[in-house]
């Protein structure tokens, strides 16, 4: 099982950056799928839940209305799209599936 995120970098409060996840060595479709976030001195915490079909989404209380969790599951892929973002969302963002965890990828939000 490997997932591998991307899209993470430096953006300013208010920007917008799309996460990526890519999935491979399990069958995709058939598994709910995270983004979780991990602050410095921080727990992880969790951020969007998307059910394997992509028909249910939950989102953190924070981050409802400025997140979005999607998947494609003909591509293995699931995303996260973060609008008005602020300082507060820097974090390092993992994706989660199937009980495994990516790597992360860094999120700084800061002028």
């Known amino acids: 099982v490997r997932l591998v995120e991307s899209g993470g970098g430096l953006v300013q409060p208010g920007g917008s950056l799309r996460l990526s996840c890519a999935a491979s060595g399990f069958t995709f479709s058939r598994y709910g799928m995270s983004w979780y976030r991990q602050a410095p001195g921080k727990e992880r915490e969790l951020v969007a839940t998307?059910?394997?079909?992509?028909?249910?989404?939950n989102y953190a209380d924070s981050m409802k209305g400025r997140f979005t969790i999607s998947r494609d599951n003909a591509k293995n892929m699931v995303f996260l799209q973060m609008n008005s973002l602020k300082p507060e969302d820097t974090a390092v963002y993992y994706c989660?599936?199937?009980?495994?965890w990516g790597q992360g990828t860094q999120v700084t939000v800061s002028s």
């Open positions: 989660r599936g199937n009980g495994y």
């Open positions: 998307i059910t394997s079909t992509g028909g249910s989404t």
